[in-house]
C-alpha cells in the first residue's frame, strides 16, 4: 500500500500543480464558473492557484504531507459549487469540454479527490484498514 500511496501522492501533485496553473493562466474563464455569491472572485481564483501550486508541493513533502492531504481535500469540497454551476449552466470554457460526458464523471470524481488528498496525505488508511489513533 506503501507504493500505491506514493503514486497517487505524485499524481495528485501533478493534477494540482496543473489546476494551480490554469487558475493563474486562465482565470478570466474560471470566472464564467464561479458562483455569484464568492465575494472577490477574481483575487479568490489567483490565490486558490496559489495554494494549489503550495499544495502539490507540500503533499511530497514529508514535514507538511499530512497538512496538504487536509487542506486539498478542503479545497475539493470548496470548488464543488463551481464545478456544478459550469456543468448545470454549460458555460463553455475553451480547452475543456462542455458536454455532460465530461461533467458527470467530473462531479462523481469530486468526493473521490477528497477521499485521495486524505489518503495520499497518510490522514486516512480507508478502506483498507483503520487508520490508528495514537
Excluded at 470524481?109 to 497518510?122: K, S, Y
Aim: net charge positive; aromatic share 12%.
Amino acid at each position: 500500500m506503501k507504493t500505491a500511496r506514493a503514486i497517487l501522492r505524485w499524481l495528485l501533485a501533478i493534477f494540482f500543480a496543473a489546476a494551480g496553473y490554469a487558475h493563474l493562466t486562465a482565470s478570466q474563464s474560471l470566472l464564467a464558473i464561479t458562483p455569484d455569491w464568492v465575494p472577490l472572485a477574481p483575487q479568490l481564483i489567483f490565490v486558490t492557484g496559489l495554494c494549489e501550486f503550495a499544495g502539490a508541493v507540500a503533499l511530497v513533502t514529508r514535514p507538511l504531507r499530512e497538512w496538504a492531504g487536509v487542506a486539498l481535500a478542503v479545497y475539493a469540497v470548496c470548488v464543488f459549487p463551481a464545478n456544478i454551476k459550469h456543468a448545470i449552466e454549460g458555460i463553455d470554457i475553451p480547452s475543456l469540454p462542455s458536454s455532460w460526458w465530461y461533467h458527470g464523471p467530473r462531479l462523481a470524481m469530486q468526493p473521490v479527490i477528497v477521499w485521495a488528498a486524505l489518503f495520499a496525505g497518510d490522514v486516512i488508511d480507508w478502506p483498507f484498514r483503520r487508520k490508528d489513533v495514537p
